[in-house]
């Protein structure tokens, strides 16, 4: 204590030479000057500001990340959905196609039955009224 009251009745131009090592009664001591410890304290008071901030960043930063690798699964699953999609459509078109051949060539059927139903009935009719006569 009587250091430190020597120290602050110094001139400021000596107290400018502080930080000093000081051993007393076997005791390394630093002594520092009030000053010094104001801004010593306005250090710590800034870089525990600092760090509860990286902290708050580094958590949030942490929860991007999750959000960022949900997203790509996302992604990926609807990329997979899309070429699900893709597969049903070729296919739903394979059939429509074979479908419309069928159709086609049962069509042609129909028109031919439908002409020889024609001409069995005229066919009939005539031998009708060949067999009445």
Known sequence: ML????????PES??????????????T????????VKKLNKTYLERDKYKTLTDSLNKQSDDYELVIIKDKELIDNLKEQLILKDN????????????????KKLSKKVKVNSFFNKGLIVITIILGILLVI
């Open 29 to 36: 001591v630093v002594i520092i000057t009030i000053q010094q």
């Open 3 to 10: 250091i430190a009251q020597s120290v602050i009745s110094q």
């Open 14 to 27: 000596i107290q400018n030479n502080y930080p000093q090592k000081i051993i007393y009664k076997g005791d």
């Open 88 to 103: 049903i459509t070729i296919e739903n078109n394979a059939i429509i196609t074979d479908l419309n051949d069928k159709n």
